[in-house]
């Protein structure tokens, strides 16, 4: 629940239409249809799918990524309703289910006074600020800065930037995002569309998985509480304090740097170093590296037994055989 609360944050700092609305978490009454596949390159090899169809937003994927020397599969689902939330390891046949917490975000926004609004307002929009000048991205406005047009999969799209991450979204019809590409620590993500429909899915897409079990997420009992409480952290005086303190120290770390003649951004020297120890980490195999000390060490003991019993024979040889005594 906390990641997709922490989703729904960036999502509100990203999407200027929402914002227009009295109530963020109330979407308008969509009719979109479509389906988009999509090509998975970076460090993360694989395919993905959304679909949309009304109420009803699907995304699928399949895919490996190389961490700490090991190949790591995972081939994941996940459906959103108007009254329900599906995920699904579609490997371990194992999902979870849960309400679609943005009516109970929109409801515990109806329950704001009028200052509690503001705030809310003020603290999202201070947040992305924020993140885009700890990214030294500049003045990007609610939607990124504009990076221009490119198509993809036979549709032009905008590229814009937000906190080291480029999302270029279609200008015809929807805004579905075709491309998305960026650095998450060390690891490379693109995710490029390779077919456009803005026809009606099938039915069969928006099927559950055949053989996944779904239960109760455990959080599930309490979401209108935790919904509550997400809200009300979002809109509370404690959020703006903690985020002008965050500004300031931002701020001063800046004109710290500044005054000592220091640059704030990374020479080409550091990115390169960067880039090999990033790499040295993506291919460190830990499990090959203990194994290849236990083995060592499983020798090196067994080395010591053989010379130990070596010694071992050795002294008793000495004990069998005695000098001869020489008369004078």
């Avoid at 169809?53 to 689902?77: F, N």
């Avoid at 990007?140 to 047009?149: A, F, N, Q, T, W």
């Amino acid at each position: 629940m906390r990641t997709y609360a922490t989703v729904v944050v960036f999502w509100i700092v990203g999407a200027s239409p929402v914002f227009a609305q009295p109530n963020p978490f109330k979407l308008p009454k969509l009719n979109l249809k479509g389906e988009v596949n999509y090509q998975l390159t970076g460090d993360q090899q694989g395919t993905a799918q959304t679909a949309f169809d009304g109420d009803r937003y699907l995304t699928r994927s399949t895919s490996s990524i190389k961490m700490m020397g090991k190949e790591t599969k995972e081939s994941t689902w996940s459906l959103f309703t108007a009254d329900s939330m599906y995920t699904a390891d579609l490997d371990k046949k194992k999902g979870t289910v849960m309400p679609n917490l943005l009516p109970l975000y929109a409801k515990a926004y109806d329950g704001l006074d009028g200052a509690a609004k503001k705030r809310f307002h003020g603290n999202v929009e201070a947040m992305g600020a924020l993140v885009s000048k700890a990214f030294d991205i500049g003045s990007m406005g609610s939607v990124g800065e504009k990076l221009g047009d490119e198509t993809v999969a036979g549709e032009v799209c905008e590229n814009r930037q937000f906190a080291g991450f480029t999302v270029c979204s279609m200008k015809r019809g929807p805004r579905i995002a075709l491309k998305t590409s960026g650095d998450l620590l060390c690891y490379r993500f693109e995710q490029t569309a390779t077919s456009v429909s803005l026809s009606a899915p099938p039915a069969s897409v928006f099927e559950r998985p055949a053989g996944v079990v779904f239960r109760p997420m455990a959080e599930a009992g309490n979401a209108d509480s935790a919904a509550q409480g997400f809200v009300g952290y979002l809109a509370s005086q404690a959020l703006t304090d903690s985020l002008a303190a965050a500004k300031a120290e931002l701020e001063k770390a800046k004109a710290d740097a500044a005054a000592k003649g220091e640059s704030t951004e990374m020479t080409q020297e550091q990115k390169e170093q960067m880039k090999q120890a990033c790499e040295t980490l993506k291919n460190f195999d830990m499990g090959a590296v203990m194994a290849n000390a236990m083995k060592a060490m499983k020798q090196q003991m067994a080395d010591a037994a053989v010379d130990a019993a070596k010694q071992g024979a050795a002294n008793k040889l000495k004990g069998l055989i005695k000098k001869p005594k020489i008369p004078f």
